[in-house]
């Protein structure tokens, strides 16, 4: 939860996606911290904890760094109170809360089809 | 310091600040119970079942049982009851396929009554950490009937797995054709496990846990490595290093008071035992957890 993720995110519209993201997922706009992405366009979203940052861009990846945030994984400190907000909002649930060797996810998807995977962190070794 | 919250669907949270209770009650639901600093101890029927934060507590409805605090300090608990058409209703979901539940989708068969083993089960995994968020809604002034609803959902959904790990896989590992029999060495092996929790910082020998259990001594540890994977005086050991791990976690006690209280007798032992054990020493676990 305490390192920084700077990711970036190929979308249509990022100004739809930054919409989106601001009202359902509590993140807010980052125009200042532009410059972090020498070279690209783009808009910077960041989330309420601070260490996820996203650049929403419309330009294609290049060859050098392909798009493989198809799905952009968030980190959340609570999966299910956020699934509950999220479908209370008629977000579309992609797949409900499920439990994996990594905590709790679900996933979800904006009206472009951008999905979006909510993860809560759960640490289940003995220390 | 008592305060309920009956939700919609009228599943039930309780929770309790107690010093002292005796009482002897019956249980009318379902309930999952859970105690977060100090102990609690039920006694249901002629089995006496000590409660720790690492451990938690299922009682079936119609169980009569006597539930017991005795403390300086406060002990706080929490239960979370299920109705029995809930739970019928979940149960039928969850164990019926597919075909089934579209052709009855609305009415589980009131055959269904699912009984459970009333047994210790280890507080960890998921189950702790849903606890944790259904404890943080619980205590604060947030009213939200369906977000407790998903939580309770998933605490139940929780319990199952568990159920299925620590009952039905284990049961099968016990080499008894004879399902009857399988069953009652099960029951008398949890037995003795329940005995070994609650009584884990006294001096136990494996005499008083077979006479507990009612088997012999030969029967009990061949049985009992079988189900468990590991002989009764290694469980005893996991369970002392469990209790050290939770209290250099949550209290100021040095680690020599902590051996003391677990019932271990010799510190440098512990300190090798904890290290091979969690890969830290007690002393460094306590800097690790507070960071």
Known sequence: ?127 | MKKIQILSNQNKIYSESVNQVNCLCECHEFSIRFVFNGSEVYNIGSKELGMFPDNFLIINEGTVYNRKIDSEAAVNTLSVLYTKQFLNSFHHSITSSDCVLLDGPFNPPNSYNPIFFETLYPLQGDMMFNLQHIRRLFNSEINNDLLMNEYLYHCLFNFYRIYHKEILVKSERLNVVKIRTRNELFKRLNDAKDYMISNYNKDIQLEDICNYACLSETHFYRSFRQTFHCSPHQYIIQLRLSQARHMLKTTNYEVREIVNLIGFDCVSSFIRLFRDKFGVTPGNFRLIAAA
Request: charged share 30%.
């Open chain 1, 1 to 127: 939860m305490n390192e920084r993720k700077y990711v970036t995110a190929y979308v249509n519209e990022p100004q739809k996606v930054l919409k989106f993201l601001t009202k359902n997922l509590d993140f807010s706009d980052h125009r200042h911290k532009k410059k972090a992405y020498i070279g690209k366009e783009g808009v910077v979203v960041g989330n309420r904890f601070g260490n996820n940052y996203l650049l929403l861009s419309n330009s294609s990846p290049t060859d050098a760094e392909p798009n493989l945030n198809e799905t952009v994984v968030f980190e959340t400190d609570n999966c299910l109170r956020d699934y509950h907000q999220l479908n209370n909002a008629g977000i579309t649930i992609e797949k409900i809360p499920r439990y994996t060797s990594r905590g709790l996810e679900v996933m979800i998807s904006d009206d472009n089809g951008n999905r979006f995977l909510l993860l809560e962190k759960r640490e289940y070794s003995e220390i």
